[in-house]
Structure formats: C-alpha cells, structure tokens
C-alpha cells in the first residue's frame, strides 16, 4: 500500500495528512510518509502527534522512527509522556530504532510505566540504543511479573554486553517461561563471560528445544574456554546434555576432546553416538585419525560402527588398510558401513576387496558398493568390464550398474553384450547404464540392438533409447511400432512420446541454438513423419499424428523467429496429411479433438489458413475452408469448455477466420454458407454470455463482422440463402440489420418476408414499426401474424402508431392492429378498442372485445354489456364481460366497500337506539 501511496508525491500525502476528511485516508498517508523517508515529512508527522485521534498519533510516532532523523528525537520524547499508551509504546520504538543517546535517560522512565507494553518496548529500544547507563535498570526489569518484558529485557542487556549483567542473567537461567530462558542464553552467548559456562552447562538439558540450541551456539562463541566444560558434559546423566556437548565440541575443533569423544563413541544413546563420531569428523586432525583406527578394534560395536563411519568422512588414506580389513568381518553392517567408507575415500587399493565383497553380501551391500566404485572413478573402469563376465551375477550387476555411472564409452560394448546376460536384472542394468552413456557413443550400438532377434534385447533397445531422448531414434522406434512382439511395440511407444517431449522442451528453450537445432532436426523428420500418417498399422498413425500436433507449435514459433515465410510453407507441406488424419475413420488414427484444438488455435496456422481463404487460387481455398469444416465441431465444443485459455483459443479462432470462410463457402455452394451460418451462430450467441470478458468480446465482434457479410445475402443468392440470412440476421441481435430487413418485409418470397419480421421483432428497432404495420396488409396471413407479433415485441414505441393506424381505417386487415394492440395491454388503446366494438367488420369486433378484455377498466363495462346485448353472437365480448365481472373493477370494489360500511354503520346506530 504505501508504495503505491508514496507515488503521488509528498505533498500530496501531507495534504491529505493535515485536511482529509476520511480518517483511513489520514492514517494511509502517515504510513506513506513514513516508508518515504522524506524530510519534509517531518513537521506535518510532528505536528500530528497531536492529534485528537489516538491512532493517527500512534502512526505518526511510528512513520518518524521509519524516517530515522535526530530532529524528531525531542518531540518523541515528550510524547514518551502522553497519556495514551499506544503513542507511548510506538514512541519507545520509534526512539530505539532512531538510536539516538538523549533518548537513554526518559526510555529508563519508560521502564517504570504502568503499562506491560511501553515497558515491554522501553527496555527493546534501550537494547537498540546499547548506553551501559541502562545496564542497572534493566537488570531490575528482570523480576517484572510480565514474561515479555523479561525477554526483551535480558535481549536488551545482552546487545549492550555489560559484565554487570552476568549474574543477573545466571539467576534468570531458572525463568519459568521458554521465550524468556531463550532470550537469556543468547545474551550470556554475546557477551562471551566465562562465569556463564558452568550455568549454560544446565541449559544443555532443558525442556526447550531452542533454548538447547542457543546453548550450543553460545558454547561456541566461547571457543577454547568451553571445552573442559563440555568434557565433562559428556559424562551429564542428561542425555540431551551429552548430545549438545559433543556437537559443541566438534564445532569448536579442539584437540583435547579426541579421547573423551572416543569413549563417548560407547554411549548407550544413539544420538550421542552420532553426534560424538561426527564431532570427531569435524576435528578431523592426525590425533584423531589414530585414535579412531585404535577405535575399530573395539569390542564395543557401537565404537566400531562409528570408528569407521567417522573414518570415512574424515577421508584420510590412512584408513584404507584397516578398512579393507574390515570388508572380511561377519557382520554385514560392518561391512557394508566399510564399503561407504572406502567409496567416500576413492583409493584405488579398495577397487577387488569391493569386488570379493561383492560375493558376501546382500542387495544393500551391492548398491553401496556400484556408489563407491563411482566415488573411486576411472580407474576402476577395466576392473569392472572384466566383471561384466564375472560368474557371479551380482558381481556383473553392480559392475552394468556402475560402468553406467562413471560414463566411460569403452564400456559400451560390453555392456551391449551384457543385454543378452542369462540374469534379467543384470539387463536392466546394463541397459540403464547405456542409457546413461547416450551422449558418448551409446545410441548407435542401441539402433542395433533394435534389430536383434532376440526380443529382450529388442525391448531393453528401445526402453534405453526412450529413455536417452535423442531425437536420431525417432524414425528407428516408429519402425519398431510393428514389432511382431507386443512389448517391443509398446516399448518403443512410450520411447516415441518421450523423445518427441524432449523435442518439444528443446523447441521452447530460452537459448536459440538449442531450439534452433531442435527445429533443424524436426524438419528432416517431416516427409517420414508424414509418409508414416498414412501407415496400415494403428499404432504408429496414433503416435505419428499426436506427436506432430503437440511440435507444431513451438516448432512454427522458432521458424518465426527466422523467416516469415517459414511458417507459411510448413503450414502447407502438412496441413493436408493432418486434416486426412482429422478425416480418418479408423479410430484410433484420428486427432483427439484437443490436438485439433492445438492445431488450429495456434496463430500462425490461423494466420496461414486466413491467407489461404484469401488465396487466388480457387482450388487453395477451397482446401482451407474443407481445413475449417473438418475442425468446427471441436471449436463450437471448446467454446463451452470449462478452462478459460480453451475458449479463448476457440474465439480466436472463429474471430480471424469466420470471415474469410464465409466468402470462401458462399463460392463454392450457398447452401454450405447456410449450414455455417446456422451451426455457428447457436454457439456464438451463448458465448455472449461467456465469463470471460475476452470471450464476450471476440464473440461480438465475429458477429459484428458476419452482419457486413450476410447483409448482402438478403439480395443474392437462391430462395434458400436469403431465407436464413434473413433469420440469422435476427438472430445475431444487431440493428445495424434493420435498414437491410425493412425492404425485405415487401419481398416476393413469403417466408422471407416472414422472417424478416420476426428478425425485426427480436431486433425490436423502433424504426422498424411503420414498415411492420404497413406489413399487417401483407396477403399473407403467416406474414401479418409475424408482424403483428414483432411490433408487440417492440413495445411502447409501437402503440401510439398502431392507435394512429387503426383510427386511420385505411388497413386492409385491421383486426391484426387490434390484436396488436391487445397484446401491447396498453390503457391509452381504450378508446380507439372501444370505437372498434363498433366497427362494420365483424372480425375487427371480435379482437376488439377480446382485447378490452386485457386492457380495460370499468368505463368499457357498460359497452361491453351493451355490444353482448346488441348482438349476442359476439361471444370475445362476453368472454371479456364475464371475465371484468369475475375480477372486479377498482371502482366496483370501492362501492362495494362503500355500501358495506354504510350498511354497517346503520346497524350500529340501530342497536344503540332505546326501546321506549
């Protein structure tokens, strides 16, 4: 907020600070002004400190500590006295973060204020400040009876580093509150006083996880004064004790604590054991090299176990020898604990002691082995292609396994030999290790493979090139798509859609020459790839025409990026495989309607289809269009789709290329342009309603533009085009129609005509209503109707000119302007109703009475009763009488009202009266 606040300008801020009438905005410019920094900012801030309004002062003794300047300090300093606490409290912080001396002696009145808080933040910003005359009465702020003001108490004098605290802060050791106790180890930490060693000793073993922490870290920043100390520490009854003293001792690294940590390797506590072992890593130095080889000969197993671990990460060569003992002991945990240790020294001397390990142990004992074969490097290499052919199976899979991680390509062909091994696990993993070896050489004997006769080796082939991801192995596993065995052919499917991911990663990396070079070999893919659309076979159709809809994208925006007419010639070198594709009835061989999405939605292939309508050549359009046909049912589909980038890329589509087909279909037959029109402008209507403000938008514009294009279509064209252009132009709902619709409404044809009024009617176009009513002349009875139906669609605006045309008498049919004008309901019809009870035409009395009936009020009853008396075959007449006489009149009911109170009134007077 404030940096948005800050951008209008200081000045402004402090306007609004001094003359705004919302309280919010004063406090937002306070706030402003404080993280501004401004020195202008200073007086208005000053001045409001002496505000009525309690938090207006508040913020403004906070904005003036943001602003830092020693200007401010007296002001604060009175306000240190208000009456208010919450000022009281930001001035005490506003104060210690300005830090200023003359601040020291009223923050030490602050101390004694009645209130938990000031105090809590006056012994802070003394803290902040750091003068040693608040030293005294902060040690007496130890005992308040409010924990926070204790913890930020003893924080305060430990920042201040005054030997005079140390005691004071010992005595607090025993604070029954956590955050307290914390608080006064890190202060006895900072200031580095040797009387606090023994006390923090006790802190080692408290409850409080943090507190044990912060012990540990002030032991540290002890150093060489904290060892004997910890030495002893490590004999605590205390676990947590013996743990926090060893880890110290390794942080600080002294040599005296080798042989105590030696013995402490004996712990009956796992996390002491650890934590001792790792401290004598950490100290590391010849001393304790010696003393932990002395240490594997222990008869105490946890001694051992840890002698050798720490050995291991110490990694002095010494050990080498002794480890290599220990690769024969009965224990497997010993051994295995030996073989990490030696993986983690990388000697050479380990390399065949592993390999005879190898022969005595378990999975775990293998696995650690194949890692410290790597940790050992290169020179192991020989040693372990000669154990591809080791009797032993495990021997040979920890050395696939492992000739795998070092990466050497002379272990290639072995390791393709390997493929065939008797032990299926030990072809897993030489054929991971090829894969591991793919960008040294490993591809080319892997291509081979795929042509064995042996099965297996053909599937571990095509697993291991899926999972190296050179595109060199696409055209390879497509072959291998019609692989007599069901695996291989599997197989070699999921490596396909591995590798063309991994092509399409590469096409959308930040770096032009990765995606370049993955576009250079995407082209040379094309003919295959497209020679491949048409296979017999299911399966390599199904992974051909997926995979080239997903690298079309990022493949079109790499080719923009170097030459527009790139794009262009692409776009027409695979647009008619594709759509054959979209059109292929074998199931399986057809685009998923999100891949047609894909496809169409992308700007170029828009871009390029829009050239392609516009094209000169007729055979080119006609294409193009067949291209948008095919694809139409997945766009109206995406156009309801719930993600919002779906129906954005559906719209867009339709926005760019609408148009242009539609000029295109009228070419090649009217009726094809009648089915577009009639199977998009359905789905295009609803998207007006869309929740996406791009999709709303787009969708009027499409239809704006089709407006300007079946406009002319009222005129041109068979019965049958001009019949829909004049529905659809209702249906689009735009009045720029009505001038096109009016002259139709005389057209030869009756259903146009026809239409053209009920288009007019959902138009509801005022200027439409002369035209309609002249239109209740039609000869037409289904043409009248129409009309009469669209002007009652239209509304008010229409009554005054049918009143005016029925009074006329010069309609033809003006029974259909009564109908109207019982439909409208409107009262200002009464008169010209009631003169047409009258008229000579009995269908015109008819409508008339049965339109008072809508319309009337208790002026018309008398003449309705007397039209039903004067001729009683008027039966709408006495349909509308009876039907005033069920409902009551207003007037009716109020006499009916009247005549009951009088009647009552009369009552009364009656029952009061005496008998004489």
């Known amino acids: 907020m404030s940096a948005g606040r800050t951008e209008k300008g200081v000045e402004m801020l402090i306007r609004e600070l001094k003359y705004a009438a919302d309280r919010e905005l004063r406090i937002e410019a306070i706030i402003a002004l404080g993280s501004s920094g401004d020195p202008r900012a200073i007086g208005p801030l000053i001045e409001a400190l002496n505000f009525e309004d309690a938090d207006i002062r508040r913020e403004a003794a906070i904005a003036l500590g943001c602003i830092g300047d020693t200007r401010v300090v007296g002001p604060l300093i009175e306000a240190l006295k208000s009456s208010y606490s919450g000022l009281r409290i930001s001035s005490a912080i506003a104060l210690g973060s300005i830090g200023d001396p003359r601040a020291v002696e009223p923050l030490i009145e602050g101390l004694k204020d009645r209130d938990e808080a000031v105090r809590q933040n006056a012994a802070w910003a003394l803290g902040k400040i750091g003068d040693p005359r608040a030293v005294l009465p902060l040690i007496r702020v130890l005992k308040d009876k409010f924990e926070e003001v204790r913890e930020n108490t003893a924080w305060a ?67 060489e004064k904290a060892v004997i100390p910890l030495i002893n520490g490590l004999k605590d009854k205390n676990e947590m004790v013996r743990q926090n003293s060893a ?55 946890f001694v051992r176990l840890n002698a050798i671990w720490a050995l291991g990460e110490i990694r002095d060569k010494r050990a080498v020898e002794p480890l290599i003992e220990a690769l024969k002991d009965r224990n497997d945990i010993f051994r295995k604990a030996a073989i990490v240790a030696l993986g983690s020294i990388g000697d050479t001397r380990a390399i065949k002691p592993l390999i005879e390990a190898i022969r005595q142990g378990d999975e775990a004992i293998q696995q650690e082995a194949a890692i410290s074969f790597n940790n050992i490097g290169k020179e192991s290499v020989g040693t372990l292609m000669e154990a591809l052919n080791d009797e032993d199976y495990r021997v040979r899979k920890v050395a696939a396994l492992s000739l795998g991680d070092l990466g050497d390509p002379r272990a290639i062909d072995p390791l393709v030999k390997a493929l065939k091994d008797n032990d299926q696990a030990v072809r897993w993993d030489a054929a991971w290790a090829l894969v591991k070896l793919g960008n040294k050489g490993s591809i080319t004997s892997l291509l081979e493979a795929l042509k064995d006769e042996d099965p297996d080796m053909r599937l571990k082939a095509a697993w291991a090139l899926g999972e190296i ?104 070198r695979i647009i008619g495989p594709l759509i054959r594709a979209l059109k292929d009835e074998r199931r399986k061989g057809r685009l998923q309607e999100s891949d047609a999405l894909r496809l169409i939605s992308n700007e170029y292939v828009i871009g390029a289809l829009t050239k392609a309508l516009k094209d000169t050549d007729p055979d080119i359009r006609g294409n193009a269009a067949i291209t948008m046909l095919v694809i139409l049912d997945p766009l109206i589909k995406a156009l ?108 030869e044809n009756e259903n146009i005509r026809r239409e053209a009024a009920i288009s007019l009617g959902v138009l509801g176009d005022p200027r439409a209503v002369a035209p309609l009513i002249e239109a209740l002349d039609d000869p037409s009875m289904l043409v009248r109707r129409e009309a009469a139906w669209a002007l009652v669609s239209i509304g008010d605006l229409a009554v005054m000119p049918l009143i005016k045309a029925a009074n006329e008498g010069t309609c033809t049919y003006k029974w259909e302007l009564v109908w109207a004008l019982g439909e409208l309901k409107d009262p200002r019809a009464i008169e010209t109703l009631l003169l047409s009870l009258k008229d000579s035409d009995e269908r015109v009395r008819r409508e008339a009475a049965w339109a008072l009936r809508f319309v009337s009020d208790v002026r018309t009853v008398e003449l309705l009763k007397r039209a039903v008396e004067e001729n009683a075959d008027l039966k709408e007449a006495m349909i509308a009488f009876k039907s005033m006489g069920d409902a009551d009149t207003l007037d009716s009911i109020l006499k009916a009202l009247t005549e009951k109170v009088e009647q009552m009134k009369v009552a009364e007077i009656e029952a009061l009266k005496v008998p004489k």
């Open 469 to 572: 991801g050179n595109p060199v192995a696409i055209m390879p596993l497509i072959g291998a798509l019609k692989d007599e065995d069901n695996y291989v052919r599997n197989n070699s499917s999921m490596s396909l859609a591995v590798i063309f991911e991994s092509v399409i990663k590469q096409l959308k990396s930040e770096d032009f020459v990765t995606r370049g070079n993955a576009a250079i070999y995407t082209l040379q893919l094309l003919d295959p790839l497209i020679r491949s659309l048409d296979d017999d076979n299911i399966m390599v159709r199904t992974a051909v025409v997926g995979a080239f809809v997903r690298m079309m994208e990022p493949l079109l925006n790499v080719l923009h990026e170097v030459r527009a007419g790139a794009v262009e010639a692409v776009i027409r």
């Open 247 to 301: 880890w110290a001792l390794g942080e600080i690294r002294d040599q005296r604590a080798v042989g105590p940590l030696i013995e402490t390797l004996k712990d009956s506590n796992k996390s002491v054991r650890w934590d001792a072992a790792w401290a004598l890593v950490r100290i590391g130095d010849e001393g304790a090299v010696e003393a932990l080889i002395e240490a594997m000969k222990s008869d105490n197993r």
């Open 157 to 223: 004098l430990g920042n201040i580093g005054d030997g005079r605290a140390v005691e004071p802060l010992i005595e607090t050791l025993n604070d029954g509150d956590d955050a307290v106790r914390r608080s006064v180890v890190i202060a006895l930490g900072t200031i580095n006083d040797a009387r606090a060693i023994g006390p923090l000793v006790q802190s080692l073993k408290d409850r409080d996880e943090a507190i044990r922490r912060e012990a540990v870290i002030a032991f540290i920043n002890f150093k």
């Open 640 to 747: 309801n789709d719930e993600n919002n980038d779906v129906r954005r890329k559906a719209i867009y589509a339709f926005l760019e290329l609408t148009g242009p087909l539609l000029k295109v279909l009228m070419e090649l037959h009217e009726n094809a342009a009648d089915v577009f029109i009639r199977r998009i402008i359905g789905p295009l209507t609803r998207a007006l309603n869309d929740d996406d403000m791009y999709v709303r938008s787009n969708s009027a514009i499409t239809m704006f533009r089709m407006v300007e294009q079946i406009t002319p279509m009222l005129n041109t064209g068979g019965e049958g085009l001009r019949i829909s252009a004049a529905m659809n132009l209702g249906k689009i709902k735009d009045v720029r129609a009505t001038t096109s619709l009016v002259p139709s409404l005389k057209d």
